[in-house]
Each structure stands twice: as C-alpha cells, then as structure tokens.
C-alpha cells in the first residue's frame, strides 16, 4: 500500500476515533450542537471510508502512453511482475518451411496445419483431387529436421490443428464418434513426429449459439484429459480472435481457461485485404473518428475471464498493402486490391526509396508505422509491423504481465533481424 493510502487511512482511523469522543454540555443548545457535530462527523467519515475503499480496490486501467517523453507505460500504477519469463511462440505455416530461419529467442513453433475433416480425421486431399499441403510437407525431411533441432534444445513444438468450414466444425463439435477418431489420428501423429504439443485454430465466420461454445468447451476439456492420460509431457493451446472475451463467440474463454496452457489471442487482422480504408493491422488503441475496435480495447475483458500468464498475444510480422485515392493514413482503397505485405516485402519497399517516392509515416494513436508509395502512377499505402512498434507491444505485454507473445508468422521477416533484436532486448524468455 503506498505511503499517501496509509496516510489517508489513518486520518479515516483518526476522525472514527472523533465520532466516538464528542462531549456534550449539560445544556439544551450544546447539546444538540453536539449531536450535529457527531452526524456531521459520521457523515464525512462514512463518504471517506467509501473512497479508500474504492480507491484501493479499483482496477488499475491501461491508459495510452502517447504523451510520454520518456517510458512508455500501459499503466497508471506500477505493478509487481508475478510471470516475469515469457514464451515467445512462432507459427510455421507450411508454405515457409523451406525459408525459415529458426531464432534462439523461440521457445514454442506451431507447425501450421493439419485440417481437421467434419468426421474427424485429417483431410489428405479435396474433391478437386489437390493435395492438403499442411499433410504434405509435415512428412517432408525439412520438417523433421527442424523439429528434431528444436526438441534437442528443450523447445517445443506443436501440430497445429486447424479448422475453418463452418459446417464441419458443427458437425465435429456435435459428434462424440467424430472425436475419437481426432484422438486417434492425433496419437498417429504425436508419436510418429518430434511433436510435444497440440494448438487448437478452430475458427468461424458462421453463426455461433450457446450450444456450439459448450460444444466447444466440452471438447477441450475432453482433449485435456486425452493428452493427460496418454501422455506426459505434451501442451495444449488454442488460437481465439481478440474479440472472443468481449463478445460471444465460438470460445466461451472462461470455461475453457483451465484447461489449456495458453490462450494465443490473434490481434491482428483490425484491417485486412479487403478493407475499405487503409488502416493499422494491430492497433494498440483505438480511435473514435477512424476505427473502434483495438488491442487495448478487448485485452480489458480478457484478463477479467483468463490467468493473465495464460494469455499470449499474437503480434503480426506482416502488414497489408492496398491502392489507394490518396496518401492518407486512412485513405479509401479500391476493390481487390488488397494484398498481405510481409515484413520482408516491405524493406524491399524501402530500398526503393526514390524509384518509389516512398513516404514513412507513424499512426500515433495506434501506434503503427504506415508507409505510402507510388508505382506506375498509382498511390499505394502499407500498414505493417516494425521494430518500433512491436517495442511497444511488448512494453504492453511485460507491463500487464502477460504469458508472452506469439508470432504470425515466421518467415516473413526473411533474412532481417531487426524484430528479432527487439524481442531479446525486452523479453524475458522462458527457458526449461
């Protein structure tokens, strides 16, 4: 308790004393001027009792550090770090196995994906005849080089099962034969691979009800107790939007909290390819006038639902670029032009400078850099992810003491370090 709160509560504790020590005169008038005091006295001793205790137990908000010359902080009031080592978490897609360039800093790689089938198993290949790649390149020599690499250091390395179609994911959460045949195929994996951790990327655009989130729930609940009885040393995490706390969606995030390691919230993606209006991918707060949804906005609801050190937050190392009517930070984009632009993409941008006339500039509400270039005549701006913004984000994960961060996804940084420096340079990196 800081020394102004002691201050404070003895002057309650001293004015408490006062209401029980008044005199009264042996008078009329002294008498009731007495007891005016003494109602006076209670009066006041009631309205301050009732701010302490307000003030001590009011929860500590995250507020914008905009206006910060020297820190950044998040918060109004320090707070005592409680899960000082975090896990920094990197999804592989398939289609960069052959271009990854593994960092010392990762602790967790999410080997993205094996498609989860409405019967259970996992899709080798579609009605058109094409092969499911995430399958594929899973038996690849690549992928069990570089989990085999990863394993000998104590890292781990998670199969992440994904699934999109809303029908099938009805269909599954609804069917108890469905997932015991998802046990099995996963068993098939789990000991045919140096794999020591499932993630669960099940995400719709359907319509939700409150029997598809218990379905949900009763799932992960049920895979806990799978992975618990067979094995002894494998994770479980799952991937939610960053709106599933504050809105009902397919995650009911309490009752699925205890049973996974961490919740890896995806917030990215504020805007995408096929925006209307340029805007910030990860904005860490939001703007009234431009867009309302942000980071800072749905972690308020999230760390109300979840351990704090279970909550990981997703950080994209790619940005989205679109034509555009003008250089402004949200200008209007023409239809389907919109394209992801990893972080690689652009410094190419960037190395271009004045074949491009490129222009930098920085979102100071959202915390973005943002840069706008012209090709062929044609106004193009780009939101993306740089070491200066990430910086922040982890200011923001260190300071709400969170479990750490998670990235989408490796191999769009290409050869740079630049974001990996500042991740060493700010976290503290769970080791085993």
């Known amino acids: 308790m800081s020394r102004t709160k002691k201050i404070f509560l003895k002057e309650v504790r001293n004015l408490a004393h006062a209401s029980t020590s008044v005199k009264t005169e042996p008078n009329w008038y002294t008498s009731k001027k007495a007891k005016v005091k003494l109602a006076f006295v209670i009066f006041v001793t009631f ?76 899709i080798e290949s579609y009605d058109d005849g094409e092969l499911d790649m995430g399958l594929h390149r899973l038996n690849s020599e690549t992928f069990l080089e570089l989990g085999n690499r990863l394993i000998d250091k104590n890292k781990h390395v998670e199969i992440v099962i994904s699934q999109f179609n809303h029908g099938d994911i009805v269909a599954f959460l609804g069917s108890k034969k469905a997932q015991e045949n998802f046990y099995s195929s996963l068993d098939s994996v789990l000991l045919a691979y140096p794999i020591n951790g499932v993630n669960i990327d099940i995400e719709t655009s359907g319509e939700t009800s409150e029997t598809l989130r218990n379905n949900m729930s009763s799932f992960i609940k049920d895979l806990r107790t799978h992975l618990n009885s067979k094995y002894s040393n494998v994770q479980l995490s799952i991937d939610m939007y960053a709106g599933a706390a504050a809105n009902k969606q397919i995650w009911d995030v309490t009752a699925i909290a205890p049973y996974v390691d961490y919740i890896i919230v995806m917030a990215y993606d504020f805007h995408r390819s096929s925006s209307q209006k340029a805007g910030p991918v990860a904005p860490l707060f939001g703007d009234a006038a431009k867009w309302e949804e942000s980071i800072s906005e749905y972690f308020q609801s999230f760390l109300q639902q979840a351990p704090r050190e279970k909550v990981v937050l997703g950080i994209p190392f790619y940005g989205y670029e679109w034509q555009t009517t003008s250089r402004d930070a949200k200008s209007h984009t023409f239809p389907d032009t919109g394209a992801t632009a990893s972080y690689s993409r652009v410094l190419e941008l960037l190395e271009k400078k004045e074949e491009l006339q490129v222009q930098e500039h920085w979102n100071e509400t959202a915390l973005s850099p943002y840069i706008s270039y012209v090709e062929d005549g044609e106004i193009y701006v780009v939101y993306y992810e740089n070491s200066r913004s990430i910086s922040y984000k982890l200011d923001y994960v260190n300071q709400l003491d969170l479990g750490g961060i998670a990235i989408w996804a490796l191999g769009y940084e290409g050869d740079s370090r630049e974001l990996w420096d500042v991740l060493a340079r700010k976290v503290n990196i769970k080791t085993e």
Do not use: C, R
């Open 47 to 122: 309205i301050i009792t009732l701010s302490v205790s307000l003030w001590i137990n009011w929860e500590i908000p995250i507020i914008s550090p905009i206006n910060s010359f020297t820190t950044f902080s998040f918060l109004s009031e320090p707070q005592a770090m409680k899960n000082n080592k975090k896990i920094i978490y990197g999804f592989l897609p398939y289609w960069n196995t052959q271009k990854v360039a593994l960092q010392d800093e990762l602790t967790h790689l999410g080997y993205f994906s094996l498609t989860l089938g409405a019967d259970g198993k996992f």
